[in-house]
């Protein structure tokens, strides 16, 4: 019997997640639980349940079965096995789901591992409003253009939205289900998962067939948090799965990121407070991500720093006198002289520069700052 | 001659917030300041614009036109001074701006220490968007409400709307101006800032008759930061001056608060780098405004926790039975026997009571999850 095969009859018979399963096969490996397993039921010392499912089992036909659907089985060990499962060994459980999958099952062109790489999760509400889905489809895409695979749960909402995005950017994307890869759920979301499968990968740890259950979505979360470098929470209500993600991805020490809404948002709820009391970063966008998911360099600080006007090109001097030039009311240049604390003369050609570039007007002996068009006078300045 | 007496003259005659006098008064004394200043003025070894101010300075005439204008002008030694501003003779300047204010102009029937007691700062955008000027006005009542001063510049936008706010809700607010309490800036808010002199206070640290420039609200931002426990930016663009006043605030390490908006709203991107970058801390209302500026305790976490529902009263047994239900089609109470691990007798007993709590649903043999009216099915539990 080799460690594979049963890892594949306990994926069929546990459920996923399961840690007291998943421990035992962490420490004692697969072979010795399933002989374990096995024992207990012969001698009549195993859940009715449990010894049903194993009864039950039939792991040569249901790996051919997936076959025929063009589902593979991976499992430690297998070249495409990410590395970064293993993390989920050293964790406490959460909600009573926990530990490394015994396997994955795989639905899609792409080899594992490498659609991981540098994967980010990008999830949030089934709820979303129109600004978070907009805002989720730019950082699938962003991070999709950039090569980075973009996984989601393919649910309605922010998942679908990043999804599409990074499809959209003709990038890598990977849904993580909590139903076997052969259903679809949302019913809705059949095509969309179809498509994923036929440019990225569907997988779930749960087997062919399994439905989705409410354990097996907080299974699926940790999954989703620990297959990738960091997760992005979108929107997400103050009681949401995507913050039980973010729950993984902070005991996982990967990046937690959110993206911030309107207070008056319910689905920006969840994510401000992961900002304020979890300490999440804040993203505003996709450059925001990839800069804070990539090594130290790749992506370069780009920071917007506002218009660049007439007022970054003065003298020290010139801009000594700008300031002290009244908002509103002209003043004649020898008060604007004792104000700025410059001689007449040095004061009087530099109003005469700053006029020349349209910061300040003269009229009736008097100097004023120029009304510019595009903003109240001190906007950009000293007004609070 | 009295320090107060010098502390007029030098009122009148220097910049507000100028480093080099604010740094020489805080090291001398304001009567060694002035006497040095008028012999080197008499020695003609003053600057021509200094010199002239001194020369034409009449600081009785000054005070006595100020009265008369229910102006009155007060120093450190006074009763009302507050001490706050003492912390600025401590931090380098900025932009060319810092120290300790010689000393205040108020107008207005509050006493100014008892008024900054508790106060805290709330500024932002001119060119705010309805959403921050919302946002402002709650802010800036749920302070007043709960007595504490609302600080702010008078400015179109975010600041009017946290003085609107605080008087709407008949509490304490104090104006400060970058120009002589006696003038309106900006003159639409001439009645809006009467009012504030007439129940809360107009301060400044320019004299009367002293126009804004761009320099004054610089200097009059480190007086909003100083004077307060803490500084809400509640939208402000890269490049603005509450984003002056909001690094005050963090020289001086008072609490810095930022509100955030939409991803895609100029007017917040300030805010959300000074969250990202400097740490300040993100706030949504203003009870999140009041707990981040109390002492422990004085205001507790209240967070929203998300509605409390059906689920939470359950045994762990029947949640067990019911995250083993799955979301769309039915099945048999058997097979979430077996998905539970919990023997069929009492699986079947939990989905009898999960039914009369409205959580799942019965018919043609088999069970699955109620569809909930107010939720789609699995939002607030595993789903991402």
């Known amino acids: ?13 546990g459920e996923p997640g ?14 010795a639980v399933l002989a374990a397993l096995r024992a207990r039921c012969d001698d009549g010392d195993l859940g009715a349940a449990l010894a049903e499912r194993l009864r ?32 989920l060994a050293s964790v406490p459980p959460l909600h009573e789901r926990g530990g490394s999958p015994v396997g994955l099952w795989l639905r899609g062109p792409l080899r594992l591992d490498e659609a991981l790489a540098d994967a980010v999760a990008v999830v949030g509400s089934r709820s979303a409003t129109t600004y978070g889905a907009a ?12 090569g980075r695979t973009v996984v989601s749960g393919a649910a309605f909402g922010i998942d679908q939205a990043a999804h599409r995005g990074a499809l959209a950017a003709r990038g890598p994307t ?30 779930s740890e749960a087997a ?14 940790r999954l989703i948090a620990a297959l990738t470098r960091g997760t992005v929470v979108v929107e997400a209500a103050v009681r949401s799965g995507a913050l039980n993600t973010a729950n993984w991805a902070a005991s996982l020490s990967r990046t937690l990121m959110g993206v911030p809404g ?10 401000h407070q992961m900002i304020r009391a979890r300490g999440a970063l804040l993203v505003t966008d996709g450059r925001d991500v990839l800069e804070a998911t990539s090594q130290a360099g790749e992506f370069a600080m780009d920071r917007p720093l506002g218009a660049i006007d007439a007022r970054d090109c003065l003298t020290p001097e010139q801009r000594q006198v700008l300031d002290a030039v009244p908002v509103r009311q002209g003043v004649e240049a020898g008060r604007i002289a004792r104000t700025a604390g410059i001689a007449a003369g040095q004061t009087l050609a530099a109003l005469k520069a700053l006029k020349s570039l349209g910061l300040v007007e003269y009229g009736n002996r008097r100097w004023r700052l120029a009304a510019a068009p595009s903003r109240l006078p001190g906007t950009d300045a000293g007004g609070s």
Chains 1, 2 share one sequence.
């Open 262 to 271: 309107p207070v008056t948002s319910a689905p920006s709820q969840g994510v």
């Open 174 to 203: 990977v849904a993580v289900l909590a139903c076997g890869v052969d259903r679809a759920y949302p019913l809705a979301h059949a095509a969309l998962l179809d498509y994923i499968a036929e440019v990225g990968l569907v997988i």
């Open 56 to 87: 039950a089992a039939r792991p040569d036909d249901a790996l051919a079965a997936a076959a025929r659907r063009g589902i593979r089985f991976v499992v430690p060990g297998d070249e495409e096995w990410p590395v970064t499962a293993a993390d």
């Open 18 to 31: 399961d840690p007291r399963l998943t421990g035992l096969v962490s420490e004692l490996g697969p072979d």
């Open 208 to 221: 062919p067939g399994f439905a989705p259950t409410r354990i097996r979505f907080l299974a699926r979360n």
């Open 135 to 146: 805002v989720a489809g730019e950082i699938g895409a962003t991070l999709a253009g950039a």
């Open 1 to 13: 019997m080799s460690g594979r095969h049963a890892r594949l009859v306990l994926s069929l018979v």
